[in-house]
């Protein structure tokens, strides 16, 4: 049997989410956002869906969840260019440790206040 979730993360707007995402190299993988009201992006194998919610405050974290990668340094390197920190939104880019559970991390925000966190085993 084979096996997988997808998270369910809110939007405030899925156009926005989706060009925040298209930076760090995710595409749309479902239709433009305006024909579901909702949106799927993915990068590799890795899968996140969007449902929007105008009235997200993205200054409190909305919703999050976590993305298990090869190598958590790697790809923090090639993002950290890519997320403007923006504080009318929270967005930003936190980054790498090595955590006493064996992982290294790093986390983003997107503008929608949702908090991926991004590791791979140490």
Known sequence: MNERAVPILLSRDLRETLAFFETLGFE???APPEEWRYLIIGRGTAELHFVEDPSVDPLRTSSMCYL???DAQQL???WQ???EPDPATGSRIEAPMSTEYGMREFAVVDR???LVRIG???
Do not use: K, Q, T
Request: glycine share 12%; charged share 30%; proline share 6%.
């Open 28 to 30: 749309n993988r479902g």
């Open 68 to 70: 298990y990668v090869d």
């Open 76 to 78: 923090f390197d090639e």
């Open 81 to 83: 260019d890519a997320v």
């Open 112 to 114: 929608s206040g949702n």
């Open 120 to 122: 791979s085993p140490l």
